[in-house]
């Protein structure tokens, strides 16, 4: 059921499956121009293992609201998420998933609060400010006149792998309609963040910064990310301990709406695989 939750900088779209007092918890976070809609064709797999499911919008876009003092980092995404979640009351042995930006927030999320998270599972996330601002680097970067990624269909098209069908899917312009709902402005200040975030403190140092089981996941035909972003996520990530990385094959930034069941498969296998530490030694 989707409620639309008052924070400290705004209102949250959140869409709650299930109890809220389960043991068995995951939390869906969006990248950049996207919306909790993106996940709605792995929810069904999702709910073979998680009696409890959340996705919530970004502050700036989806349902969302736009943020009270036009204020847009990492941080102020995360802390937002948090509050939402704990008006909902979900707070605590959680699996946090986010993709592209959205493993950023997902990422701060545990910064913040890491007590309450059990496992992290990022997907297409960028690990340096060097390839932090994706459009910069995509495959479409140097077409005049499109504006930023998914502004338009031909860009749209650039979130998935180059032999993805679009027309298969439920809702082949949920692309689209996604990034047109955000205002250009605010839309520019959302691209930022990642690179600011990134900049302060690379993604390595981030994780080795907590002690939580960590997935990366990378589309093999990322045309966001890119080949050279995906490279340099891996070699800045590789060493970090409880962190272990996998590709999907045929998938590109999207890879939950490509291939659900086979993206949801690794979630579920790494989640039954590992434990986080502060539990094992009880």
């Known amino acids: 059921m989707e409620k639309i939750l008052s924070t400290s900088e705004g209102s949250v779209n959140t869409n709650l499956i299930g109890p809220v007092d389960s043991d068995s918890i995951i939390v869906l976070v969006p990248g950049i121009n996207g919306s909790i809609e993106y996940f709605n064709d792995m929810i069904p797999y999702l709910k073979s293992k998680y009696q409890t499911i959340v996705a919530l919008d970004l502050l700036g876009q989806g349902k969302s609201s736009n943020s009270k003092n036009d204020h847009y980092t990492i941080d102020s995404e995360a ?12 707070t605590r042995k959680l699996v946090v998933f986010g993709y592209g930006v959205g493993g950023l927030v997902a990422v701060n999320m545990a910064e913040m609060r890491g007590f309450t998270i059990n496992k992290l599972i990022l997907l297409n996330t960028p690990a340096t400010d060097k390839y932090a601002d994706m459009d910069a680097h995509s495959s479409v970067a140097s077409i005049p006149l499109l504006g930023k990624l998914a502004k338009s269909p031909v860009k749209a098209g650039m979130y998935f792998d180059k032999n993805f069908d679009r027309s298969s899917l439920k809702d082949p312009k949920v692309v689209d309609e996604a990034a047109n709902r955000v205002d250009h402005k605010v839309a520019k200040k959302l691209q930022k963040m990642s690179v600011d975030y990134l900049g302060e403190k690379a993604l390595n140092k981030r994780l ?37 990385i996998e590709d999907i094959k045929g998938a590109g930034h999207l890879a939950m709406m490509e291939k659900p069941e086979e993206v949801v498969k690794m979630i579920i296998e790494f989640d039954e695989s590992t434990v986080k530490k502060e539990e094992s030694a009880e």
Do not use: C, H, Y
């Open 79 to 90: 802390w937002n998420l948090l509050e939402a979640m704990a008006r909902l009351k979900i």
């Open 208 to 244: 080795r910064s907590f002690n939580i089981p960590t997935l990366a996941l990378f589309g093999e035909g990322d045309q966001v990310l890119t080949d050279k972003g995906v490279k340099d996520a891996k070699a800045t990530i590789g060493r970090v301990p409880d962190l272990k």
